[in-house]
């Protein structure tokens, strides 16, 4: 400040006018100092005006662009206004010894003086708590006492100061650089900061403060006065405003309390081993007769406060005496506040009115404590006995001793009539002088302490005294296990079950409770989740749109409560549609836990963390490193070592350490960057792009994850709009060219050929943003263009390449015969070298692929707005999800593809999609979709879906009985006339392809859903199906794609009972097989053909070779990574197993299987599981895999799911087989009811394996049901329920033509009857249970099957 004389403004002028010549026009610098030299002594006096967290990100070289933040503060101005009288050098010394004053006070609490504002009147100081990397705990309790301490300094002097009023507000501002490139000036800007000034104006002479101050500051209330509301300019709803009157102790005892209640409904997780403690220093103390303490120690929400409270009901339980506390940061300030709190509740004066106090202590003290030593407690407990004597001669030191001496005998005397537990909550908060007097109390009596602390706060010296007593105990709690998180967000949200990517948001709990607790709150708060009735029978859904329910009822067993009460009604939830979890913002309890934590980080990790937040969960070191300019490999792997060792980051699997030295693998973006250099060179052939592929492939070593997911999504958050926005485009360009199938498949997309199928659409786009170098194409779709263009192994398959020299003489020995293939098979399987064997190579990577490129991609996409990208990419994660058996995440990726293309119209021709997307995709989406639905049971709207993209493909599927016909007559005999040669041009050739290969799979699903009807109609739908399936793959012109197209036509007549046709294909396949070792898709296919032909043998009782196939097939497909396709071969194997009475082999089998199952949760995967730990149970001589009451649970919760109610084949079986067990039990009317059941679902069943099984059970319970007919056992039996027995027997005989393997069975089963009607007497003696009938007698005559039975 400097005194200025009267202004003169012609001097003014004229000065203007002689400073025009200089000035500057240039746009690049208008001040002339930014262009002068450095001068380290200038530097150094500037960088005093600069905050030091800021300068130090500036001396780090961090851009502008990165200091900028989005965050939640508290803001504190300080308003001084002085008398007109006072001097200007006098103002100048006021202000400046304000100005230190405050920087020094605040600094303490962690804030940072930002402005000084210069008015007529005074001066204004501007002052920030949590500013990046000064973010602390209790912000607002520090602001709130700094505030007052500042209001008191500057009222010392009210002759040098007029006027001192504060205000104070919290929320999110904008923190970072504003103002032009010439006159950046960083600071804070948004509606708290005009709060605070308005405040300022409407409550003069006073610290104020608004609502969300006083509630996160936690003090008392007595330290707050509420002010009256006041009009504020500019301001609609300041909410409510307060006085902070400054800490006032309260005359008051705290109270008997503790944080938590314990609910009876919610039991208390793995935290028996803590019990455990407590319970052991319980007998000591009893026994022992010597005091004990148990201190649990954990981070704030690990749940100290519930295990109290579980110990206080256990305690008060066993009929001990409790005395809770509950403590707070204000109590440490108070001598002896503790025990006085301790000491009131024990006497009950702490609840009783003032005026009783007196009297209720004099009651407890009588006979213990003489009466003329009553008024030592006068100032203590707040009563008012009258000074004796004796006491008014004692010193205030003698005092204290008598005192402490009277409540040990006190105690003493009360634990001798019943044992004593003191339950501390917050004891970290105790007092010195209670921890001494406490410390004296373990060593003198018989007394249990159980406390809880926060390893955070530094202890005083008596308190690590007292931890360090051979009588105390240290008890560290942990984190809780993710499945037991998992289970407490059940019990919050009142479900049994909750969805996938529900369980991946609960991920930034890490462990917590309390974090666990406030996220599934504000969820609910947010009304983000529907609820649905878990055991409400489903109906047929005809809209995509309703199948969220229903999905989730078909995964997610593991998380059922066993315990649960019958009849209870259990609910499932899922997440909105309209709700994206990714981006749903943190509840501010918890953001300002993590911003905290991510501030506690140096500069340089704060940086790291924030791009590593801005890929996703799961990031890779090359595209964090793009996203971090200026830094090389060196210091990124520094700084990343020093994260990994604090446990903020962490390696996917344990084991995996970090790169000693860089690895020179070139970025995605640098060959982004080089793309039009380098495409003619990249046009020249396959092996250079193959190359590419390698380069850009993902080493596991260089993949990282966030140790504390909490902390990626506050620093997700910091980031301004722009900035968020602009990094999730480098991050889409990085990883686009890294979106396709892994190494090992080589590469191609997830939808086969969907790149070529959609670029002609892509070309004719408008400009973007997105690749500034080019003039067209959306974001993303112009890189997709460029890159997809590009030559790929995927199409070396179809017509132009011939096959290599290897191929051609392997396939010159055409596999003509099953021995021929079977031995080929064996020899590939017995190979070692990596160069001819293709299960020594490297196993299939596509999972990483879909979560650390595809999933993340179509995020970012999302976020930037590009959502013609975004529905590619979810297609292809869709496509992925199905390829790897998890149709609940396909489910969830098409669920967003479809909120992207909007509601559909009840109008045809007013159907308009927000995203414009080509005829192929829509096909595409509705193949995945229909897909899906199969999988979820939906099987009317399956099979719409996919006729509509078939439709969408050019390739009618008629609706009536007259059009099969037609069509069957041109599939027949006009369709191989019309095949034609391919075309010439290459990208013609694959888009045909990528339409016939989306035909081949709506043909398979076509057939596969009217298979499931056992209906006249339906079998001529379904035959024509396979028809027009066998004749596109003939013309796709793929060996492996014909495999496996024959193998399904073999399936599909075996389950018809057309033994001639079944055979035939199988034998077709075989023929076909030469070529398929050369690719993953072929082995694909040679691994249908081994399970193909392990069912086969088993259908026809060739039990031994069924084994043999069956582990080979496995083997196979586990290389594969093929779940789906295992689980098959492994029901095929069980029952192999399991006719051939290899028990110990079929418990086997369950193992593997159950360790299958239990990572999808599949629903009808189950189904079959239990129905063979069902048949274990019954014939399996006692083999107990499976406990009987966890199978009938499964059926009783799920047997309403669409999933199984449309496959009738396992349901028959399941049903006919807990007949049979509960006719063991003789328990006759639940084996009626699932008898009455499986005879519903008779009917509906095929010859397939699992018909026939399903079959075989049903007719033994009515074999069963003839047996005891004489007994009199059953009330309401038909009069012709023997002439429908041999009805159903006479049925299955001309049904189940192609599974021989249980013939000689039913007629055992059929003789039984037949000896029945001749009167013979076939009841069992009372040794023999009545289900072992039949199936006993069968065994024990020998072999059930010879293996020449065909």
Same mark, same amino acid.
């Given at each position: 400040?400097?005194?200025?004389?009267?202004?003169?403004?012609?001097?003014?002028?004229?000065?203007?006018?002689?400073?025009?010549?200089?000035?500057?026009?240039?746009?690049?610098?208008?001040?002339?100092?930014?262009?002068?030299?450095?001068?380290?002594?200038?530097?150094?006096?500037?960088?005093?005006?600069?905050?030091?967290?800021?300068? $130090?990100?500036?001396?780090?070289?961090?851009?502008?662009?990165?200091?900028?933040?989005?965050?939640?503060?508290?803001?504190?101005?300080?308003?001084?206004?002085?008398?007109?009288?006072?001097?200007?050098?006098?103002?100048?010394?006021?202000?400046?010894?304000?100005?230190?004053?405050?920087?020094?006070?605040?600094?303490?609490?962690?804030?940072?003086?930002?402005?000084?504002?210069?008015?007529?009147?005074?001066?204004?100081?501007?002052?920030?708590?949590?500013?990046?990397?000064?973010?602390?705990?209790?912000?607002?309790?520090?602001?709130?006492?700094?505030?007052?301490?500042?209001?008191?300094?500057?009222?010392?002097?009210?002759?040098?100061?007029?006027?001192?009023?504060?205000?104070?507000?919290?929320?999110?501002?904008?923190?970072?650089?504003?103002?032009?490139?010439?006159?950046?000036?960083?600071?804070?800007?948004?509606?708290?900061?005009?709060?605070?000034?308005?405040? @300022?104006?409407?409550?003069?002479?006073?610290?104020?403060?608004?609502?969300?101050?006083?509630?996160?500051?936690?003090?008392?209330?007595?330290?707050?006065?509420?002010?009256?509301?006041?009009?504020?300019?500019?301001?609609?709803?300041?909410?409510?405003?307060?006085?902070?009157?400054?800490?006032?102790?309260?005359?008051?005892?705290?109270?008997?309390?503790?944080?938590?209640?314990?609910?009876?409904?919610?039991?208390?997780?793995?935290?028996?081993?803590?019990?455990?403690?407590?319970?052991?220093?319980?007998?000591?103390?009893?026994?022992?007769?010597? =005091?004990?303490?148990?201190?649990?120690?954990?981070?704030?929400?690990?749940?100290?406060?519930?295990? %109290?409270?579980?110990?206080?009901?256990?305690?008060?339980?066993?009929?001990?005496?409790?005395?809770?506390?509950?403590?707070?940061?204000?109590?440490?300030?108070?001598?002896?506040?503790?025990?006085?709190?301790?000491?009131?509740?024990?006497?009950?004066?702490?609840?009783?009115?003032?005026?009783?106090?007196?009297?209720?202590?004099?009651?407890?003290?009588?006979?213990?404590?003489?009466?003329?030593?009553?008024?030592?407690?006068?100032?203590?407990?707040?009563?008012?006995?009258?000074?004796?004597?004796?006491?008014?001669?004692?010193?205030?030191?003698?005092? #204290?001793?008598?005192?402490?001496?009277?409540?040990?005998?006190?105690?003493?005397?009360?634990?001798?009539?019943?044992?004593?537990?003191?339950?501390?909550?917050?004891? #970290?908060?105790?007092?010195?002088?209670?921890?001494?007097?406490?410390?004296?109390?373990?060593?003198?009596?018989?007394?249990?302490?159980?406390?809880?602390?926060?390893?955070?706060?530094?202890?005083?010296?008596?308190?690590?005294?007292?931890?360090?007593?051979?009588?105390?105990?240290?008890?560290?709690?942990?984190?809780?296990?993710?499945?037991?998180?998992?289970?407490?967000?059940?019990?919050?949200?009142?479900?049994?079950?909750?969805?996938?990517?529900?369980? @991946?948001?609960?991920?930034?709990?890490?462990?917590?409770?309390?974090?666990?607790?406030?996220?599934?709150?504000?969820?609910?708060?947010?009304?983000?989740?529907?609820?649905?009735?878990?055991?409400?029978?489903?109906?047929?859904?005809?809209?995509?749109?309703?199948?969220?329910?229903?999905?989730?009822?078909?995964?997610?067993?593991?998380?059922?409560?066993?315990?649960?009460?019958?009849?209870?009604?259990?609910?499932?939830?899922?997440? $909105?549609?309209?709700?994206?979890?990714?981006?749903?913002?943190?509840?501010?309890?918890?953001?300002?836990?993590?911003?905290?934590?991510?501030?506690?980080?140096?500069?340089?990790?704060?940086?790291?963390?924030?791009?590593?937040?801005?890929?996703?969960?799961?990031?890779?070191?090359?595209?964090?490193?793009?996203?971090?300019?200026?830094?090389?490999?060196?210091?990124?792997?520094?700084?990343?070592?020093?994260?990994?060792?604090?446990?903020?980051?962490?390696?996917?699997?344990?084991?995996?350490?970090?790169?000693?030295?860089?690895?020179?693998?070139?970025?995605?973006?640098?060959?982004?960057?080089?793309?039009?250099?380098? $495409?003619?060179?990249?046009?020249?052939?396959?092996?250079?792009? %193959?190359?590419?592929?390698?380069?850009?492939?993902?080493?596991?070593?260089?993949?990282?994850?966030?140790?504390?997911?909490?902390?990626?999504?506050?620093?997700?958050?910091?980031?301004?709009?722009?900035?968020?926005?602009?990094?999730?485009?480098?991050?889409?360009?990085?990883?686009?060219?890294?979106?396709?199938?892994?190494?090992?498949?080589? =590469?191609?997309?997830?939808?086969?050929?969907?790149?070529?199928?959609?670029?002609?659409?892509?070309?004719?786009?408008?400009?973007?943003?997105?690749?500034?170098?080019?003039?067209?194409?959306?974001?993303?779709?112009?890189?997709?263009?460029?890159?997809?263009?590009?030559?790929?192994?995927?199409?070396?398959?179809?017509?132009?390449?011939?096959?290599?020299?290897?191929?051609?003489?392997?396939?010159?020995?055409?596999?003509?015969?099953?021995?021929?293939?079977?031995?080929?098979?064996?020899?590939?399987?017995?190979?070692?070298?990596?160069?001819?064997?293709?299960?020594?190579?490297?196993?299939?990577?596509?999972?990483?692929?879909?979560?650390?490129?595809?999933?993340?991609?179509?995020?970012?996409?999302?976020?930037?707005?590009?959502?013609?990208?975004?529905?590619?990419?979810?297609?292809?994660?869709?496509?992925?999800?199905?390829?790897?058996?998890?149709?609940?995440?396909?489910?969830?990726?098409?669920?967003?593809?479809?909120?992207?293309?909007?509601?559909?119209?009840?109008?045809?021709?007013?159907?308009?999609?927000?995203?414009?997307?080509?005829?192929?995709?829509?096909?595409?989406?509705?193949?995945?979709?229909?897909?899906?639905?199969?999988?979820?049971?939906?099987?009317?709207?399956?099979?719409?879906?996919?006729?509509?993209?078939?439709?969408?493909?050019?390739?009618?599927?008629?609706?009536?009985?007259?059009?099969?016909?037609?069509?069957?007559?041109?599939?027949?005999?006009?369709?191989?006339?019309?095949?034609?040669?391919?075309?010439?041009?290459?990208?013609?050739?694959?888009?045909?392809?990528?339409?016939?290969?989306?035909? %081949?799979?709506?043909?398979?699903?076509?057939?596969?859903?009217?298979?499931?009807?056992?209906?006249?109609?339906?079998?001529?739908?379904?035959?024509?199906?396979?028809?027009?399936?066998?004749?596109?793959?003939?013309?796709?012109?793929?060996?492996?794609?014909?495999?496996?197209?024959?193998?399904?036509?073999? #399936?599909?007549?075996?389950?018809?009972?057309?033994?001639?046709?079944?055979?035939?294909?199988?034998?077709?396949?075989?023929?076909?097989?030469?070529?398929?070792?050369?690719?993953?898709?072929?082995?694909?296919?040679?691994?249908?053909?081994?399970?193909?032909?392990?069912?086969?043998?088993?259908?026809?009782?060739?039990?031994?070779?069924?084994?043999?196939?069956?582990?080979?097939?496995?083997?196979?497909?586990?290389?594969?990574?093929?779940?789906?396709?295992?689980?098959?071969?492994?029901?095929?194997?069980?029952?192999?197993?399991?006719?051939?009475?290899?028990?110990?082999?079929?418990?086997?089998?369950?193992?593997?299987?159950?360790?299958?199952?239990?990572?999808?949760?599949?629903?009808?995967?189950?189904?079959?599981?239990?129905?063979?730990?069902?048949?274990?149970?019954?014939?399996?001589?006692?083999?107990?895999?499976?406990?009987?009451?966890?199978?009938?649970?499964?059926?009783?919760?799920?047997?309403?799911?669409?999933?199984?109610?449309?496959?009738?084949?396992?349901?028959?079986?399941?049903?006919?087989?807990?007949?049979?067990?509960?006719?063991?039990?003789?328990?006759?009317?639940?084996?009626?009811?699932?008898?009455? $059941?499986?005879?519903?679902?008779?009917?509906?069943?095929?010859?397939?394996?699992?018909?026939?099984?399903?079959?075989?059970?049903?007719?033994?319970?009515?074999?069963?049901?003839?047996?005891?007919?004489?007994?009199?056992?059953?009330?309401?039996?038909?009069?012709?329920?023997?002439?429908?027995?041999?009805?159903?027997?006479?049925?299955?005989?001309?049904?189940?033509?192609?599974?021989?393997?249980?013939?000689?069975?039913?007629?055992?089963?059929?003789?039984?009857?037949?000896?029945?009607?001749?009167?013979?007497?076939?009841?069992?003696?009372?040794? @023999?249970?009545?289900?072992?009938?039949?199936?006993?007698?069968?065994?024990?005559?020998?072999?059930?099957?010879?293996?020449?039975?065909?």
């Amino acid at each position: 400040m400097r005194i200025i004389d009267p202004f003169d403004f012609d001097e003014h002028f004229d000065k203007c006018l002689d400073y025009l010549p200089h000035y500057r026009t240039s746009a690049e610098t208008l001040r002339t100092a930014l262009e002068l030299d450095p001068h380290s002594d200038l530097d150094q006096k500037l960088r005093k005006h600069i905050m030091k967290n800021l300068l $130090k990100k500036i001396d780090e070289g961090q851009p502008v662009e990165y200091v900028s933040e989005f965050r939640t503060v508290t803001l504190v101005l300080v308003s001084l206004e002085f008398h007109k009288t006072a001097w200007m050098l006098h103002l100048c010394h006021l202000i400046q010894e304000s100005a230190l004053y405050i920087s020094t006070v605040i600094e303490k609490g962690g804030g940072q003086l930002s402005r000084i504002f210069m008015f007529e009147k005074g001066c204004m100081f501007l002052c920030v708590f949590g500013l990046p990397g000064d973010k602390k705990p209790d912000e607002c309790a520090h602001a709130l006492e700094s505030s007052f301490s500042i209001f008191s300094f500057c009222w010392e002097n009210p002759a040098k100061t007029k006027l001192v009023s504060i205000s104070i507000t919290n929320g999110p501002v904008f923190c970072g650089v504003v103002g032009a490139v010439a006159r950046h000036e960083y600071t804070v800007i948004g509606p708290k900061v005009s709060l605070a000034a308005r405040m @300022i104006t409407a409550y003069p002479g006073l610290v104020s403060c608004d609502e969300i101050t006083y509630l996160r500051s936690m003090l008392p209330a007595y330290n707050f006065k509420k002010l009256p509301e006041k009009m504020m300019k500019n301001i609609s709803n300041p909410g409510k405003i307060y006085e902070y009157l400054g800490h006032r102790r309260c005359i008051m005892f705290g109270k008997r309390h503790l944080a938590r209640k314990r609910n009876k409904n919610r039991p208390l997780l793995d935290r028996e081993k803590e019990l455990e403690a407590f319970q052991m220093a319980q007998q000591r103390c009893l026994h022992q007769k010597k =005091g004990q303490a148990v201190l649990y120690e954990g981070g704030k929400g690990y749940g100290k406060s519930q295990l %109290l409270a579980e110990i206080n009901f256990l305690t008060q339980k066993e009929g001990h005496r409790v005395l809770p506390l509950m403590l707070k940061e204000a109590d440490s300030k108070q001598c002896f506040y503790a025990i006085q709190t301790l000491m009131a509740i024990f006497f009950e004066i702490d609840t009783c009115p003032a005026y009783y106090r007196q009297e209720c202590l004099q009651r407890h003290l009588r006979g213990i404590v003489e009466e003329q030593l009553h008024c030592l407690f006068n100032d203590l407990l707040f009563v008012k006995f009258p000074l004796s004597f004796k006491v008014s001669h004692m010193d205030d030191v003698a005092r #204290q001793k008598k005192v402490k001496a009277c409540f040990i005998k006190v105690l003493q005397e009360a634990a001798r009539e019943t044992p004593l537990i003191f339950l501390i909550d917050e004891a #970290q908060y105790m007092d010195a002088a209670s921890w001494e007097f406490l410390e004296t109390l373990l060593s003198s009596m018989p007394i249990i302490m159980v406390m809880t602390l926060t390893p955070i706060f530094t202890l005083c010296g008596w308190a690590q005294h007292f931890l360090q007593s051979p009588q105390a105990i240290l008890m560290p709690i942990t984190k809780l296990a993710t499945t037991s998180l998992l289970r407490m967000a059940c019990w919050e949200l009142g479900v049994v079950s909750i969805p996938q990517e529900l369980q @991946i948001y609960l991920h930034r709990c890490f462990g917590n409770p309390l974090y666990c607790e406030v996220l599934c709150q504000d969820l609910l708060s947010k009304d983000m989740l529907l609820f649905h009735d878990l055991q409400k029978e489903e109906e047929e859904n005809s809209k995509w749109e309703t199948l969220s329910a229903n999905a989730m009822k078909s995964i997610m067993y593991s998380m059922f409560p066993a315990n649960s009460e019958e009849g209870q009604e259990l609910y499932v939830c899922t997440v $909105k549609d309209d709700v994206n979890l990714d981006t749903v913002l943190l509840p501010p309890f918890l953001k300002e836990i993590a911003v905290s934590q991510l501030d506690q980080l140096s500069p340089e990790e704060q940086l790291l963390v924030k791009c590593a937040a801005i890929i996703g969960h799961s990031f890779h070191i090359d595209l964090l490193q793009h996203l971090l300019p200026g830094w090389d490999k060196n210091k990124l792997l520094q700084v990343l070592r020093a994260l990994v060792d604090i446990h903020v980051l962490c390696w996917p699997d344990k084991s995996q350490e970090l790169p000693a030295e860089p690895i020179l693998v070139p970025s995605s973006i640098d060959i982004i960057d080089e793309t039009k250099e380098k $495409k003619t060179k990249l046009d020249g052939g396959s092996a250079s792009l %193959l190359r590419l592929k390698e380069e850009l492939s993902l080493p596991q070593t260089e993949v990282l994850e966030f140790g504390v997911p909490l902390l990626r999504a506050a620093a997700w958050e910091l980031w301004p709009k722009e900035q968020q926005i602009a990094l999730h485009l480098e991050c889409a360009c990085f990883l686009q060219v890294l979106a396709c199938r892994c190494g090992s498949c080589h =590469g191609g997309d997830f939808v086969p050929f969907h790149r070529f199928a959609v670029c002609s659409t892509k070309n004719s786009k408008g400009t973007s943003r997105f690749c500034p170098y080019r003039d067209t194409g959306s974001v993303l779709t112009q890189v997709i263009t460029e890159k997809l263009q590009l030559p790929s192994p995927q199409d070396s398959f179809p017509f132009q390449m011939k096959p290599s020299r290897t191929q051609e003489a392997f396939s010159s020995e055409c596999c003509r015969t099953e021995e021929e293939f079977l031995d080929q098979v064996k020899r590939k399987l017995a190979q070692t070298s990596p160069e001819k064997d293709l299960l020594t190579t490297k196993p299939c990577h596509c999972k990483d692929i879909l979560k650390l490129v595809l999933s993340p991609l179509t995020q970012h996409c999302l976020v930037i707005g590009e959502t013609t990208c975004a529905f590619y990419y979810l297609l292809e994660a869709a496509a992925a999800s199905l390829d790897l058996s998890d149709n609940y995440m396909a489910f969830f990726y098409l669920r967003k593809a479809s909120s992207l293309l909007g509601q559909p119209s009840a109008f045809s021709f007013l159907k308009k999609h927000k995203v414009k997307i080509c005829q192929f995709e829509e096909a595409t989406f509705c193949r995945l979709l229909s897909e899906v639905c199969f999988n979820m049971g939906h099987i009317t709207l399956a099979k719409k879906l996919a006729r509509k993209a078939l439709r969408l493909l050019k390739r009618n599927f008629p609706w009536t009985w007259f059009g099969v016909l037609f069509q069957t007559f041109l599939e027949k005999y006009w369709h191989p006339c019309t095949l034609s040669q391919p075309p010439n041009n290459p990208s013609e050739n694959k888009k045909n392809l990528a339409v016939l290969q989306q035909q %081949l799979h709506c043909l398979s699903l076509l057939w596969q859903l009217y298979n499931l009807e056992a209906t006249a109609s339906s079998y001529r739908f379904a035959c024509l199906a396979t028809l027009m399936q066998k004749n596109s793959a003939e013309e796709f012109a793929n060996e492996a794609q014909v495999v496996s197209t024959y193998v399904e036509l073999s #399936q599909f007549s075996q389950s018809m009972g057309i033994k001639d046709k079944w055979l035939h294909c199988e034998q077709m396949a075989i023929q076909k097989s030469s070529l398929c070792w050369f690719s993953r898709e072929g082995l694909l296919a040679t691994a249908q053909l081994m399970q193909a032909l392990a069912y086969t043998k088993l259908c026809l009782g060739h039990l031994d070779f069924s084994i043999k196939l069956g582990f080979q097939a496995r083997e196979i497909c586990r290389h594969l990574k093929k779940p789906a396709l295992e689980n098959l071969v492994l029901s095929v194997l069980f029952r192999s197993a399991f006719l051939k009475k290899k028990f110990g082999l079929c418990v086997h089998v369950l193992e593997s299987q159950w360790a299958l199952i239990s990572q999808g949760y599949d629903v009808l995967g189950l189904a079959c599981f239990y129905s063979a730990c069902l048949d274990l149970l019954l014939y399996g001589k006692g083999l107990l895999f499976r406990p009987f009451s966890e199978c009938l649970r499964f059926v009783q919760i799920y047997e309403h799911s669409r999933v199984l109610t449309s496959q009738s084949n396992v349901m028959l079986g399941v049903h006919s087989s807990l007949a049979m067990w509960f006719a063991q039990e003789s328990q006759w009317g639940l084996f009626e009811h699932y008898f009455s $059941k499986a005879c519903q679902l008779v009917k509906r069943t095929n010859a397939s394996l699992f018909g026939a099984h399903g079959f075989v059970r049903f007719l033994e319970c009515h074999v069963l049901m003839l047996q005891k007919i004489p007994e009199g056992i059953f009330m309401h039996i038909p009069l012709e329920l023997r002439s429908q027995t041999l009805e159903y027997f006479k049925e299955f005989f001309s049904r189940c033509v192609t599974c021989p393997v249980y013939h000689q069975w039913v007629s055992e089963l059929k003789a039984s009857v037949m000896r029945c009607e001749k009167r013979e007497f076939m009841s069992l003696t009372n040794s @023999i249970r009545p289900f072992d009938t039949c199936l006993t007698r069968i065994w024990i005559k020998g072999e059930f099957l010879q293996e020449n039975n065909s």
